[in-house]
């Protein structure tokens, strides 16, 4: 699992292709294989992520953000 707690600014984050918009106060809970990415929509985007140790189930799809 991961765990992301907006701290300062707004973004948008995807999460199993499912767009939502975050801002300070905003807590999300992802579980493992669940293809996620997030996106600063202000200057500054600040999150505290904390997750298990399981790295095996991290990979990476690349950069690119979808226009939404």
Partial sequence: HETWHIVEGIGTAIIAGRAR??????????PPGMVHQV????????????????????VRFGTDFPQI
């Fill in 21 to 30: 918009s975050v801002k300070p106060g905003t807590t999300i809970i992802i």
């Fill in 39 to 58: 996106r600063a929509d202000s200057e500054k985007l600040v999150i505290m992520e904390a997750s298990t140790t399981e790295l095996q189930d991290i």
